[in-house]
């Protein structure tokens, strides 16, 4: 079992940035793939990112490319999301996602079997 635990979230101007956190526990994430969705009021959840098992391949959603950069320290059990140039449609629950498996497809939501509690995100001015 691992547990995830969501934190940066908060209430940003547009343009500004943003850094979440996501703190596991109860194994290591080494051999998962790790990944960041969000959910809006009225929507399904979808894919913002992901980082392979090994960190060397990253994955973007095509909205936030260029503006968003996901990294993990497996040394610390941690994934970051430093979301930079916020803008409205950003605004959402975002949550931190593993993976059971090294090979799983980073993008659908539906190979992650762990999942934190979110943290929200608001984009307003």
């Known amino acids: 079992q691992v547990q995830l635990v969501e934190s940066g979230g908060g209430l940003v101007q547009p343009g500004d940035s943003l850094r979440l956190s996501c703190a596991a526990s109860?194994?290591?994430?080494?051999?998962?793939?790790m990944a960041w969705f969000r959910q809006a009021p009225g929507k399904e959840r979808e894919f913002v990112a992901a980082?392979?098992?090994?960190?060397?391949?990253?994955y973007y959603t095509d909205s936030v490319k260029g503006r968003c950069t996901i990294s993990r320290d497996n040394s610390k059990n941690t994934v970051t999301l430093l979301m930079n140039s916020l803008k409205p449609e950003d605004t959402a629950v975002y949550y931190c996602a593993a993976s059971a498996s090294p090979y799983s497809d980073p993008r659908s939501r539906f190979e992650y079997g762990y999942w934190g509690q979110g943290t929200q995100v608001t984009v307003s001015s």
């Open positions: 109860g194994r290591a994430i080494s051999n998962s793939v």
């Open positions: 980082n392979s098992a090994s960190g060397g391949s990253t």
